[in-house]
């Protein structure tokens, strides 16, 4: 079971000392995992608990707010994707002015030394962080033979021709190739989310949906879409989704997910589900009424079941 530390306190668990990456670990890809697995190999090496630090709001986030690229993953769903892989403990530390004014050297010092007693570290070479981005992979090799720990590249997963990326999943999903996300993920795109109470117009119009806030700055996909539910009575119910801000009824600009059902009759309200994305319908539309988003609702139900062959 993964042990969530939060800032630097609670670290008892580095006494002896730690093997450590650091990233941003958006969407757990292939890559991330690859990435994991050495750490892990490593860990049972050298007899060592493993850790992964990750930074919130991530760092472009924090650099860019509304301009930053859309990500894959809120901190939650993070977690429960690093849950079942073999690391002991994730540290999570707030990206701040303070943090983001780090000289490179003062950041390994008094940070991966002092705080968390690193002695190995797995990193990609393109690693770059500190105060103008200053500090890479050169930096902390000599600072490792200076201060006692290893530092070790991680290694770049390919599939093919292409190097698995967040930015490369963010470019298929945003065009709509739900099938290269997949291959690039090890697994559907998904949401998860509580859901939420709602104005019922879905329910009005013939379509109840469990809608479910996203709660993100902006999100890697948008449109219509066939898709999965989990996280109800262990089964897996199919239905057809709407990922956007409903521009024919008020198009406002927080980004809701609406999941409409098939053959589904239940108060979920609460709830943590997690929606999975099989098919691309179309982009999402303005109508010019409500009779006509009806007809059109009508029609994604008939392609969504066609999809699933229902």
Same mark, same amino acid.
């Given at each position: ?9 609670? *670290? !008892? ?7 450590? /990456?650091?990233?941003?670990? %958006? ?12 750490? @892990? @190999? ?18 472009? !986030?924090?650099?860019?707010? +509304? ?48 705080? $968390?007693? $690193? ?5 990609? %070479? ?5 105060? @103008? ?5 050169? $930096? ?6 200076? *201060? ?10 390919? #599939? /093919? %021709?292409?190097?698995?990326?967040? /930015? ?8 709509? %190739? ?5 291959? *690039?993920?090890?697994? +559907? ?25 996203? #709660?993100?700055?902006? /999100? ?37 997910? !609406? ?7 239940? +108060? ?15 982009? !999402? ?14 029609? +994604? ?10």
């Amino acid at each position: 079971m993964i042990h969530l530390i939060r800032g630097f306190s609670n *670290l !008892e668990n580095f006494l002896r000392g730690c093997v450590l /990456t650091v990233g941003n670990f %958006d969407g757990v890809h292939l890559g991330h995992r690859a990435v994991i697995e050495m750490l @892990a @190999a490593r860990g049972r090496e050298l007899n060592l608990p493993t850790a992964i630090m990750l930074f919130e709001p991530q760092p472009l !986030e924090y650099f860019l707010a +509304d301009n930053a690229p859309a990500r894959l993953m809120r901190l939650r769903e993070k977690i429960l994707a690093l849950s079942p892989l073999p690391i002991d403990n994730v540290v999570i530390v707030r990206f701040n002015r303070a943090l983001a004014d780090y000289e490179p050297e003062q950041f390994i010092q008094q940070i991966l030394v002092s705080k $968390l007693n $690193l002695k190995h570290l797995v990193i990609g %070479d393109d690693f770059h962080f500190g105060k @103008a981005r200053r500090g890479n992979f050169k $930096l902390l090799q000599e600072q490792g033979q200076l *201060l006692g720990f290893s530092v070790e590249k991680s290694t770049t997963y390919r #599939l /093919t %021709d292409l190097r698995v990326s967040s /930015t490369l999943i963010r470019d298929a999903l945003n065009a709509g %190739d739900l099938k290269q996300a997949c291959r *690039l993920l090890g697994q +559907d795109y998904s949401i998860c989310g509580r859901v939420a109470q709602g104005d019922q117009l879905g329910r009005t119009l013939g379509f109840p949906t469990a809608n479910i806030k996203l #709660l993100r700055r902006n /999100t890697p996909i948008r449109g219509v879409f066939a898709v999965t539910m989990t996280g109800i009575d262990n089964q897996k119910f199919q239905g057809v989704a709407n990922v956007g801000t409903r521009p024919t009824i008020d198009g406002k600009r927080k980004v809701i997910l !609406e999941t409409h059902l098939f053959n589904f009759n239940q +108060d979920i309200y609460g709830r943590y589900v997690s929606v999975q994305f099989k098919h691309k319908l179309r982009d !999402e539309m303005r109508f010019g009424s409500l009779e006509q988003l009806q007809s059109q609702i009508r029609q +994604d139900v008939v392609a969504a079941k066609d999809f699933f062959n229902i």
